[in-house]
């Protein structure tokens, strides 16, 4: 399934407004700067049709503060660069947002692992064909090919995936979307480290 990354598919409501001040900021950028510079998250004119890719989230009361769309392309992030999603509607496929920026085009995808597991608190979704194409060797399930990103029908196949895992951290790979890869955990630093460890057992595996 051929998609063009970086578009929004969902409704949007969106109203410039500021963050929440309780989220640890600092986390997200770190690990935003950490993935832009292993190219798990940036920009390639080569790539995508020249979209930004990658995307990256903190759970938020209400909601959630995601990365802006088309930010992938920066070396780092400022607080402008990010969006607060204060809710989503998956099934009718909605979503509200304020904040300094217009949301992800993943917002949805990373809305949906915060609905379906109330103790997760952080998100990353990168691209890395290298844990792509291994994403059954490595363990990791996949989305259904047919699924396209951003819409309900992915929120239901990460809805069905993150019920059967019955875990409140770890990974999938997105099968209709070339080379996304979705982490999640309690806490940032946790998500951030099994998208590297997914990335040197991939290369593990390449050898």
């Keep these: ?9 969902y409704r949007l409501d969106y109203r410039p407004g500021v963050l929440p ?12 700067t950490q993935c832009r510079q292993k190219d798990l998250i940036g920009r390639d004119p080569r790539r995508y049709d020249g979209y930004a ?5 903190l759970r938020a009361n209400p909601g959630f503060v995601i ?11 400022s607080a402008d660069d990010l969006s ?25 995808t990373h809305g949906q692992v915060y609905l379906t597991l109330p ?26 090919a047919e699924a396209g990103y951003g819409t309900p029908a992915m929120a239901s196949e990460v809805e069905r ?5 019955a875990t409140n951290h770890g990974a999938f790979a997105m099968g209709g ?3 996304g890869i979705v982490a999640y955990a309690e806490d940032m630093d946790t998500a951030g480290e099994l998208i590297l460890d997914l990335l040197q057992r991939a290369r593990s595996e390449q050898g």
């Design 53 to 57: 890719y990658g995307n990256i989230s």
């Design 21 to 32: 001040a309780d989220v640890p900021l600092f986390h997200l950028f770190r690990w935003f």
């Design 84 to 108: 607060w999603v204060r809710k989503i509607d998956p099934a009718h496929n909605r979503l509200s947002a304020t904040g300094p920026a217009r949301p992800s085009s993943e917002a949805m």
């Design 119 to 144: 103790a997760a608190r952080a998100v990353i979704h990168v691209h890395s064909k290298l844990i792509w194409r291994r994403a059954q060797r490595l363990g990791l399930a996949l989305t259904d």
């Design 1 to 9: 399934m051929t998609e063009t990354e970086g578009v929004i598919r």
């Design 161 to 165: 995936l993150l019920q059967a895992a």
């Design 177 to 179: 979307h070339e080379d």
């Design 67 to 77: 990365s802006g769309t088309q930010t992938g392309a920066k070396p780092g992030l």
